[in-house]
């Protein structure tokens, strides 16, 4: 039987700022991505994260980011690959001890924003972060998009990685995604649901050029900041149990 996990990127409220609705997402995920400080969050709300993943039996995992929180971890920032390595470890740590708090453990990491899209190109940053990652803990598995720097050094390190693809943004003929404004409105709910169980199913997606390219989907993005997106949640899960697709978290997959 076929088998996806479904991710999304929360805990990215901080003081008195509201982003997104993370419980209403976690009816439906099986893999979050919880933000560190950097980017988003803060130790209150990644706490309170935690034990809603755990109320919820989502898996959790370290979402780390440039440290730019007027930027929300979106703009490129000019770090060797020394102090992004030390931005990975000082964030996945602290996650990881909410975690051990409430007796869980870290499934995976999947980076942020502008530090995930430039590990994906760049061979140097990307070996930064998995090293880290791997003197963390070898077994995490790590988020990476197809044709990635990040999945062919993990690959070559021994590490888990997991092909993501996304729900709600455009993706390119190499299997990357085209960066898209923040809060995009959904407009076709069960059209987007249909996309994703055929990246799974076929392996196959439309792209932002309306050509067909061939991409692996072992966890689907759905950002929890996107407008509507607990609905669009429900519509692929809805899509994915009528297509017999077992929806799963990615430790229980790879």
Not at 165 to 191: C, F, L, N, P, Q
Not at 223 to 247: F, M, W, Y
Request: aromatic share 6%; with cysteine.
């Amino acid at each position: 039987m076929l088998a996806v996990d479904l991710n999304c990127d929360m805990g990215e409220s901080y003081g008195l700022y509201q982003m997104g609705n993370d419980e209403e997402m976690m009816k439906y995920i099986t893999s979050a991505n919880i933000a560190c400080g950097y980017h988003g969050g803060d130790p209150h709300i990644m706490r309170k994260t935690v034990e809603l993943a755990k109320k919820y039996e989502v898996a959790i995992g370290a979402h780390p980011g440039f440290p730019d929180l007027v930027g929300f971890g979106r703009r490129p920032l000019k770090a060797t690959p020394e102090e992004i390595r030390d931005y990975v470890i000082y964030q996945t740590g602290a996650l990881r001890e909410f975690a051990a708090y409430h007796s869980v453990q870290l499934q995976h990491c999947k980076p942020h924003g502008a530090l995930y899209m430039m590990a994906m190109e760049d061979e140097a940053i990307a070996k930064a972060i998995l090293e880290g990652l791997y003197k963390i803990n070898p077994e995490l598995i790590v988020f990476a998009l197809n044709n990635s720097a990040v999945l062919e050094v993990g690959r070559k390190m021994g590490m888990r990685v997991a092909l993501e693809t996304y729900a709600d943004r455009e993706h390119t003929a190499s299997g990357s995604i085209v960066m898209t404004r923040a809060g995009s409105e959904i407009k076709d709910y069960d059209g987007m649901a249909d996309r994703v169980v055929r990246m799974v199913k076929e392996g196959k997606v439309l792209t932002h050029l309306n050509e067909d390219a061939s991409l692996t989907a072992e966890t689907i993005c759905i950002h929890g900041d996107t407008p509507g997106a607990s609905v669009l949640a429900q519509k692929i899960r809805e899509a994915l149990t009528k297509n017999e697709i077992e929806v799963k978290p990615i430790s229980e997959i790879l």
